[in-house]
Nanobody, 121 residues
Framework: QVQVVESGGGLVQAGGSLRLSCAASGSIVSIGAMGWYRQAPGKQRELVAIFTSGGSSNYADSVKGRFTISRDNAKNTVYLQMNSLKPEDTAVYYC???????????????WGQGTLVTVSS
């Protein structure tokens, strides 16, 4: 019913940039918060950045000043602009989208499949 598809991952040198995209589609009445998480090998999944339903953004301390989250409501898409990348940013990045669907009215949180970001030293 609702799908979340991510793109934009890849291999980049330290100091470089990447932009991740996450598009939600399906029978969506409205979209609330949209966030990015990441999971490095041997570590727990952690919050990277979130664009809240109130229109504000929050970031993990480790990425503040380097990453920027934004969204295009017309396209049901959220982006993560990643600048000044470091090797420790290497991880699988996941998109999480809060959606409202009908029949009956209910809230769902939908995860993307993940996209791999590798930062070489």
């Amino acid at each position: 019913q609702v799908q979340v598809v991510e793109s934009g991952g890849g291999l980049v040198q330290a100091g470089g940039s990447l932009r991740l995209s996450c598009a939600a589609s399906g029978s969506i009445v409205s979209i609330g918060a949209m966030g990015w998480y990441r999971q490095a090998p041997g570590k727990q999944r952690e919050l990277v950045a979130i664009f809240t339903s109130g229109g504000s953004s929050n970031y993990a301390d480790s990425v503040k000043g380097r990453f920027t989250i934004s969204r295009d409501n017309a396209k049901n898409t959220v982006y993560l602009q990643m600048n000044s990348l470091k090797p420790e940013d290497t991880a699988v990045y996941y998109c999480n989208v809060g959606v409202i669907v009908a029949g009956p009215y209910r809230h769902l949180e939908v995860w993307g499949q993940g996209t791999l970001v590798t930062v070489s030293s």
